[in-house]
């Protein structure tokens, strides 16, 4: 029995009933997820009472899982969470809420900006999965933004100009918009930009995408000043209210979405409070240039 879907945004957003992604799906359940969520780019499951093992075989389902390495800046024996889990919550090793200066906090902020996950390793990522296992925070909505509908809505003069044009990601530039400069020089040298096409087709319903991030800190063959300018207006455009749905989290919900075409944030939370989130990622299989 196919599963029902509930569409919560005029232009994306599958709400998904009837399914336990704790247990193992099965091909045909799993092939019809993954083609909800490529049409969809984000699913919303309530109710997934789900460990992070349980969690991982789930992911398994649509791809071999992402490495956590470069993408956070713990320290050995600062982790909370085993192999294949990235720990997108407020709580340290023992599970307390970071302190305010905390430098895992500080790099964590990061989130707050519009992003694509893992848009800074040079094969970018495919789906990401949030659970939601502990809320006990105000805040905390998680948006997302069409970037099909958002690339749609150029001018074919826009489109014609960022055809070919190629940006560099790097976690560097996100974090120095914050005011977070502290990396390690080793930190330094896993961070180094790659580089992804702005325009991207999905591989799936070839519909064509803006990539953004706020990882981006130059387009290839520009002036970073200039290259940051237009990127701004881009996001700007990219982020008008009518390309975004917002989630407001409840405890076990589970969010699946699709990298190649939505870009996501976290709005402020009450951060004395722990909001344990956990995610895995998919990892994608091409670069995009
Ligand atoms: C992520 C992320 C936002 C959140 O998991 O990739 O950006 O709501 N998380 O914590
Ligand atoms: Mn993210």
Redesign the pocket.
């Known amino acids: 029995m196919s599963p029902a879907t509930r569409q919560l945004h005029p232009l994306f957003v599958a709400e998904i009933d009837g399914v336990d992604l704790s247990q193992p799906l099965g091909p045909s359940l799993a092939a019809e997820l993954e083609q909800i969520i490529d049409q969809h780019g984000v699913a919303v499951f309530h109710n997934q009472v789900i460990n992070d093992e349980q969690q991982k075989a789930f992911s398994e389902h649509f791809g071999a899982l992402e490495e956590t390495a470069g993408g956070h800046i713990s320290k050995p024996g600062e982790k909370r969470l085993g192999a294949g889990m ?1 720990d ?1 919550s407020n709580l340290d090793q023992n599970h307390q809420p970071y302190a305010r200066d905390d430098r895992r906090r500080l790099f964590n902020l990061g ?1 707050r900006l519009w ?1 694509t ?1 893992s848009s800074f390793r040079a094969i970018p990522a495919k789906y ?1 999965i ?1 659970s939601a296992r502990k809320i006990e925070t105000t805040g ?1 909505n ?1 948006e997302f933004a069409d970037m099909r509908a958002a690339y749609d809505a150029l001018d074919d003069a826009t489109k014609a100009q960022i055809e070919d044009l190629i940006c560099e990601h790097s976690l560097i530039n996100s974090r120095a918009k914050l005011g977070f400069f502290e990396f390690t020089e080793e930190e330094r040298a896993i961070m180094r930009p790659v580089q992804q096409r702005l325009v991207r087709s999905h591989p799936v319903t070839s519909r064509k995408s803006l990539y953004l991030a706020s990882h981006i800190g130059n387009i290839v063959g520009w002036l970073p000043a200039e290259a940051l300018c237009f990127i701004n207006d881009l996001m700007e455009h990219a982020t008008q209210r009518e390309f975004v749905y917002a989630h407001e989290w409840q405890e076990n919900d589970l969010l699946v979405w699709d990298n190649r075409q939505m870009l ?3 709005r402020a939370f009450d951060e004395s409070h722990p909001r344990d ?1 956990r ?1 895995t990622t998919v990892a994608g299989t091409a670069p995009t240039v």
Do not use: C, P
């Open positions: 990235a997108v989130n992003h996950d990401s949030l905390g998680t996501h944030r976290v989130m995610r």
